[in-house]
T-cell receptor, first 118, second 115 residues
Framework: AQKITQTQPGMFVQEKEAVTLDCTYD???????LFWYKQPSSGEMIFLIY??????QNATEGRYSLNFQKARKSANLVISASQLGDSAMYFC???????????????FGIGTKLQVIP | NAGVTQTPKFRILKIGQSMTLQCAQD?????MYWYRQDPGMGLKLIYY???????DKGEVPNGYNVSRSTTEDFPLRLELAAPSQTSVYFC??????????????FGPGTRLTVL
């Protein structure tokens, strides 16, 4: 079974509008972390936002917010006021505990390509 | 701080050749990772390390080897390159944490083509 599912291969959004990128995850652990990364066409991976499984509040970082619904196992990224520079691939990732201890294991989804239209 | 550096940026190999992808970080991170990203796909973990002298396999370790003799360096060795290893390789690092809150810092990637 997929650990991280991103069902939107591509999305379009008008400049200045908000957009939601979907991410669902699968884990039986109680403690885990969820991350979103951005990959522009230049190729680098840029960390955007983090949500811990025990965090009661949804994470926010500037124009990025994470809509965390634990019971539904979803961690959608919301980008408000889209800008042309937001055009990129976006990856959802999850850090889970190892049986032997620690949180080294990270699993990535296949990504969503966002294009912002002027 | 340079962050995570990778060399080379690009490389073309012939089938059967070997090479080492270099990765270094100057953030004193304990954890280091190697991923490959195939076209249109997410990142798949090849190997990771939780500290000098300690490495472990990820999802797709076949055809690769790693070593971690220092905290700073985590080279990835390809033996007998095959076309299936054509990919973009990313090295990443993160600090050790008792909690799952430590984001990864990525290098710029190495684009490898095996012909």
């Amino acid at each position: 079974a997929q650990k991280i599912t991103q069902t939107q291969p591509g999305m379009f959004v008008q400049e200045k509008e908000a957009v939601t990128l979907d991410c669902t995850y699968d884990t039986s652990d109680q403690s885990y972390g969820l991350f979103w990364y951005k990959q522009p066409s230049s190729g680098e991976m840029i960390f955007l936002i983090y949500q811990g499984s025990y965090d009661e509040q949804n994470a926010t970082e500037g124009r990025y917010s994470l809509n965390f619904q634990k019971a539904r196992k979803s961690a959608n990224l919301v980008i408000s006021a889209s800008q042309l520079g937001d055009s990129a691939m976006y990856f959802c990732a999850m850090r889970e505990p190892r049986r032997s201890g620690g949180y080294q294991k990270v699993t990535f989804g296949i990504g969503t390509k966002l294009q912002v239209i002027p | 701080n340079a962050g995570v550096t990778q060399t080379p940026k690009f490389r073309i190999l012939k089938i059967g050749q070997s090479m080492t992808l270099q990765c270094a970080q100057d953030m004193n991170h304990n954890y280091m990772y190697w991923y490959r990203q195939d076209p249109g796909m997410g990142l798949k973990l090849i190997y990771y390390s939780v500290g000098a002298g300690i490495t472990d396999k990820g999802e797709v370790p076949n055809g690769y080897n790693v070593s971690r003799s220092t905290t700073e360096d985590f080279p990835l060795r390809l033996e007998l390159a095959a076309p299936s290893q054509t990919s973009v390789y990313f090295c990443a690092s993160s600090y050790a944490s008792r909690f799952p809150d430590n984001e990864q810092f990525f290098g710029p990637g190495t684009r490898l083509t095996v012909l």
